[in-house]
């Protein structure tokens, strides 16, 4: 099954995320913030150390228009990544939170395994996910959650194509 070919966004510097529950330590290790940032760094993650359930939160500095998420797997211990999401947007003229979906993410035992999601569709400045891992009591970490978009990306165009929990990039050929 092919799907319209999407771009990320890069919001690395512009969104903020938070956390319930994150490691707290030196450097960049286990960050909320990192969840925004590409790379396969061991540091590269955020971790809720002791708790199996916890929300993040995500603000954009502009409302944005989302056609698919994806999640990404930390590069450590597989057995704390997330097994299912709730997804909420902040509905503002509601005052609250909007539930629009919840999946089951099923990583397996790779590291930086993703899994993607072009169905979810939102327009929004929040959007917060609930996680759970029901595997593990010792912690709950993800690699990265990504944004897509229809639109050129900022780092040039990338065709993504997708099939069922797999992916594939096709960079065109310049003209």
């Not at 929300?55 to 590069?75: C, D, P, T």
């Not at 999401?85 to 005052?95: A, F, N, P, S, T």
């Not at 780092?155 to 310049?174: K, N, S, T, Y």
Request: charged share 25%.
């Amino acid at each position: 099954m092919v799907f319209a070919a999407l771009h990320r966004y890069h919001l690395h510097d512009k969104a903020q995320v938070t956390a319930e529950h994150h490691r707290v330590g030196i450097g960049h290790d286990g960050k909320p913030q990192n969840l925004l940032s590409p790379g396969e760094e061991i540091w590269n993650k955020w971790e809720a150390e002791n708790h199996n359930r916890s929300w993040v939160e995500v603000e954009f500095a502009e409302k944005l228009h989302v056609q698919g998420i994806g999640f990404k797997s930390a590069g450590d211990h597989p057995r704390k990544s997330p097994t299912h999401v709730r997804i909420h947007v902040w509905h503002l003229l509601e005052g609250g939170w909007r539930e629009i979906g919840h999946r089951q993410l099923e990583f397996g035992m790779a590291f930086w395994q993703k899994i993607e999601f072009p169905e979810i569709h939102f327009e929004a400045k929040k959007v917060k996910f609930d996680f759970h891992n029901e595997r593990n009591i010792e912690g709950i970490q993800l690699g990265e959650i990504m944004f897509y978009h229809l639109g050129q990306g900022m780092m040039g165009p990338q065709v993504v194509i997708e099939q069922p929990r797999a992916e594939v990039f096709i960079q065109p050929q310049p003209q």
